[in-house]
């Protein structure tokens, strides 16, 4: 059994910065590409950003330049720092994760998700 356990949400005025945090923790063996992803009201899902266990990062347009995302792996732990927050960044944010949970078995595992709030 693997969990992820999601902190850094919060309100935060436009312009203003947040960090995410999202620790894996259980059954892992390793832990492979870690991303972002959010959704907001009456939409789908979306990719923000991800991670591969080497360090190569990809993004959303729509947040390049202003979110960064990173990772600790011997924490098994991946962050997300968000700069310059718009409003249209509010949304609920998950953490994913790629692990193997023993040598040729990998699962993908969600967290359960932290509200970001941008205010106007």
């Known amino acids: 059994q693997v969990q992820l356990l999601e902190s850094g949400g919060g309100l935060v005025q436009a312009g203003g910065s947040l960090r995410l945090s999202c620790a894996a923790s259980?059954?892992?063996?390793?832990?492979?590409?870690m991303a972002w992803y959010r959704q907001a009201p009456g939409k789908q899902r979306i990719l923000v950003a991800t991670?591969?266990?080497?360090?190569?990062?990809n993004y959303q347009d729509s947040v390049k330049g202003r979110f960064t995302i990173s990772r600790d792996n011997a924490k098994n732990t991946v962050y997300l720092q968000m700069n310059s927050l718009k409003p249209e960044d509010t949304a609920v944010y998950y953490c994913?994760?790629?692990?193997?949970?023993?040598?040729?078995?990998?699962?993908?595992?969600w967290g359960q998700g932290t509200q970001v709030t941008v205010s106007s």
């Open positions: 259980g059954s892992i063996f390793t832990s492979e590409t």
């Open positions: 991670i591969t266990r080497g360090g190569a990062t």
């Open positions: 994913y994760c790629d692990a193997f949970v023993r040598i040729g078995q990998m699962y993908g595992y």
